[in-house]
């Protein structure tokens, strides 16, 4: 079932939006070679919880932290540890925050050090995927639109998008309907109407488009081992458009 939020719940969301962002740009300020996902990790909780919110990943179905660090191959879900980053490699850093009940979720990938000029194509690609989606945010489009508008950024751009993952809707629980696809035919799918909140996360591929599941039953890595790139925002559909709930001034990072 798709929950319509409220304007109040909206705003509650948004104020869990804009924690979740503030905490995930202190992530990525704190990113470069010889730093581990394990202090990665510690920087998002402490930062969560010193301003009010419960990290929304940690303890979720088993999950033992608060932020997923994904490096290089890694798409998502990848679980902190204390290996050091590398000069040259690329980490994706996805977190969310709950605040008076509602959840906000957002993500990016960032290099460390310094990256060649096909990694730093791929980073300008997925980003621009995430905004072309969030474009085709609006009352009577359709999910199909919201995916195709990603797919189609990427694919042309000579990337693959992930399809065995996909972006939800999210409200109370971090994961709700509907799920949302980074790749589709416009005109199909669920009608988008206002209330509607989505966690919109193109995963983007450097070689082809299929993952694989690592041992651990959470880290998810492309399968010919090319680098990955993710990014996230938390969107509500307005009356006229969409409205970013993770947005704050200056950026994620």
Known sequence: MIIVKTVDELERM???????AEALREVARAVRPGVTGAALDRIAET???D??????????RGFPASVCISVNDEVVHGIPDGRPLRDGEIVSIDLGAVVEGFHGDTAVTVPVGEVGKELRRLLTVAREALYKGIEAVRPGQALGDVGGAVQRHAERAGFSVVRDFAGHGIGRHLHEEPQVPNFGEPGTGTVLRPGMTLAIEPMVNLGGSEVVMDGDGWTVRTRDGRPSA???????VSEDGSDVLTAIPG???
């Open 251 to 253: 950026g994620a990072v």
């Open 47 to 49: 930062f969560i919880r």
């Open 51 to 60: 301003h009010g919110g419960t990290p929304s990943f940690k303890g979720y």
């Open 14 to 20: 948004r104020r869990s939006g804009i924690l979740a």
């Open 230 to 236: 993710h990014f996230e925002h938390t969107v509500a």
